[in-house]
């Protein structure tokens, strides 16, 4: 499988210098003298440019050279706004090899003769070694493709790589989401049958969908969907868009899928769904031809009475509605119900897009009330201030909390006297960060998580609080809004300090709630008021977190472990029933 990775601007820049000392008209090296090397020429002239030290530099060109060497493709994406990116031909990703080679610290190809960066040189070895046999011919095509490929790189804004080396990601999500899986079924005393079942997912499906691009050229893109359980009901969950999304983690994804909806008893299983793209670099129309292809390669998979997907990472309620008139024009009537997250309009439930956040404020009542803590005037920190972060700290602050402290990807801001939400918001929307709100002491991420607070809500990435952070969190309570905010080894230093933790499972499952209804509503083609839903969600939020707060007292585990061998206990009980077997007793 291809996956598709940025270069870094560190690297960027690194090939542009070397472009422009081949130039006809070079910007930084015009007025060099000769070096030792071209190899002594490129560090030493990056070195004084971007003021790094040729140490690093040298490092980059190392890092570089092997990234370039495994690129299957590479795209450049110009500067210029206006100019269409472009796909390096084979023959200019061999010169571009030939090229790095030519200021390596030890080449391989070109034995350089001269002190300086020779044109004539790095034609002569592309040609001598990967060019025709015509000794005069090849020679000249060599300057031509190494002239083009040099305008292009000085050209470039951001450079795009394909490459058929595998994304290690660390660490794996498919084998975390296995370690809480044994946890509970170890505390379950779970039948190993049902423990080896329960560690594999049901089935996967990967499809590669040709789609033609703005630019005239076909790419063929590879989509994948993960029905991990469905014993409970159809399997339900997100489409992630995402170029380096593994099927180790889309199967982690469906897995949590899983417990999440068991675990608030929804009569549906998991499921989840990737395709490997880079949405940021495609147009609406590539993005929407690539939408209904996808639809139409998984849709022996999908179904209202299957399998449901949903947005994720970089889809949106739009995806869900090319999926939704694809999937119905396929089967030549209306299928409303076959994906939830759609507009209002066609089919969306109402309430959907607070929904995760909603959930939250629900939980941390209910947590408010468990540790007997008063709502009114608690204050609040929230990491991360998009969908969830954002409608967390409006709901929370409607029922009377503080927020002190909240952030983005740019850092964070805090106020002992309390930040308005809606004001913040403003705040970042016209300078694209909540940093530099005028009523906020700038924060870094870090302070935030550590912060003097009441309530913690890591709303952002996963593996935020870990060991080394754990034992400064000054919260007592932690809902997590993000998937997975926090590692195993952190979740056992809150455990022993008697902070309390409300899990991911349980404290963002508002979202995928909210998704069943719109499902429901679809399947009734009758919809409910604002007010139904969220009254609604309240009762499944609540329900379930009353039954894991009776799972924890039973077993005196913490919250997270309770979820799962809820959540455990009832897919595994539904698989049971179904084949005539005793399910597992309480
Ligand atoms: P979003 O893209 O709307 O917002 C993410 C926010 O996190 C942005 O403000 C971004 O700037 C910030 N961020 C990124 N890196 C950060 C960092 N290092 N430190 C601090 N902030 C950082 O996404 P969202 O929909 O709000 O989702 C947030 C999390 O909640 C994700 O883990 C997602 O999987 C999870 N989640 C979302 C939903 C949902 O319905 N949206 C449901 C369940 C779980």
């Known amino acids: 499988m291809l996956s598709l990775t940025e270069l870094s601007v560190a690297e960027t820049d690194l090939l542009r210098l070397m472009a422009d000392f081949f130039a006809e008209n070079p910007k930084i090296t015009a007025g060099l003298e000769s070096y030792t090397s071209a190899h002594y020429a490129l560090v030493s002239t990056y070195s004084e440019h971007f003021e790094v030290p040729e ?52 080449p391989k190809i070109v034995a350089s003769n001269s ?24 020679n000249a095509l060599a300057r031509r493709i190494s002239a083009e490929l040099v305008k292009k790189l000085q050209n470039s804004g951001t450079i795009h790589m394909e490459t058929l080396a595998s994304v290690v990601s660390t660490p794996n999500p498919y084998e975390g989401a296995l370690k809480q899986l044994d946890i509970a079924a170890e505390k379950l005393n779970l039948t190993p049958m049902i423990h080896e079942m329960l560690r594999h997912p049901m089935r996967i499906l990967v499809v590669n969908v040709p789609i033609l691009m703005d630019d005239g050229n076909t790419r063929v ?31 982690a994804l469906a897995a949590w899928m899983t417990w ?89 439930s109402l309430g959907r897009n607070e929904a995760t956040s909603l959930g939250l404020t629900y939980v941390v009542i209910d947590g408010a009330k468990h540790l007997n803590m008063e709502l009114k005037g608690a204050t609040v920190a929230v990491q991360g201030y998009g969908n969830v972060g954002y409608n967390a700290a409006r709901l929370l602050r409607d029922n009377g909390c503080k927020i002190v402290a909240v952030s ?15 004001l913040v918001l403003k705040h970042k929307e ?12 700038a924060i870094s991420n870090e302070e935030l998580l550590t912060s003097e607070c009441d309530i913690l809500v890591p709303a952002a990435l996963e593996n935020q609080i870990t060991k080394n952070n754990a034992s400064r969190v000054r919260a007592k309570m932690i ?21 309390f933790l409300i899990p991911d499972i349980v404290a963002n499952s508002g979202g995928v709630a909210v998704s069943y209804f719109e499902q429901v509503q679809n399947q009734m083609n009758y919809y409910w008021t604002e007010e139904e839903v ?20 039973q077993h005196k585990v913490n919250m997270r472990t309770a979820a799962y061998m809820l959540a455990v206990r009832r897919v595994a009980d539904a698989m049971m029933t179904r084949k005539g077997m005793k399910g597992i007793p309480t």
């Open 55 to 106: 140490q690093e530099a040298r490092r980059l060109l190392e890092g570089l050279r092997e990234k370039v060497t495994l690129a299957q493709y590479l795209q450049i994406e110009p500067s210029d706004v206006n100019r269409k990116v472009e796909l390096l031909s084979e023959s200019e990703l061999i010169m571009l090899r030939v090229m790095i080679d030519y200021f390596s610290e030890n």
């Open 534 to 553: 969220r009254n609604r969600l309240k009762d499944v939020i609540d329900k379930a977190f009353a039954n894991v707060i009776s799972v924890m007292k």
């Open 408 to 422: 983005d990807s740019s850092g964070g801001i805090y106020n002992s006297n309390g930040l308005d939400p809606e």
């Open 479 to 499: 809902a997590e809004g993000a998937n997975g905010p926090v590692t195993p080894e952190a979740d056992e230093i809150l455990f022993t300090r008697g902070i």
């Open 221 to 251: 893109f590879t989509g994948m969907r993960v029905h991990y359980n469905d014993a409970l009901g159809p399997t339900k969950g997100g489409i992630r868009y995402h170029p380096n999304v593994t099927i180790d983690e889309v199967t």
């Open 115 to 138: 002190h300086f960066a020779d044109a004539d040189e790095l034609a002569d070895a592309y040609h001598w070694f990967f060019g025709p046999p015509d000794r005069v011919d090849g």
């Open 260 to 348: 999440k909806t068991a675990v608030i008893g929804l009569p549906l299983g998991g499921a989840k769904g990737g395709v490997r793209c880079n949405p940021k670099t495609m147009s609406n129309g590539e993005l929407e031809r690539l939408t209904r292809s996808y639809t139409r390669a998984i849709s022996k998979f999908i179904g209202p009475d299957t399998d449901i997907p949903a947005p994720d990472v970089y889809t949106n309620a739009q995806t869900m509605a090319w999926m939704m008139d694809e999937y119905s024009e396929m089967l030549g009537h209306n299928a409303f119900g076959v994906v939830t997250g759609k507009p209002v309009n066609v089919g969306g």
């Open 430 to 441: 016209e300078t694209g960060s909540v940093l530099g709100y005028r009523k906020g002491k």
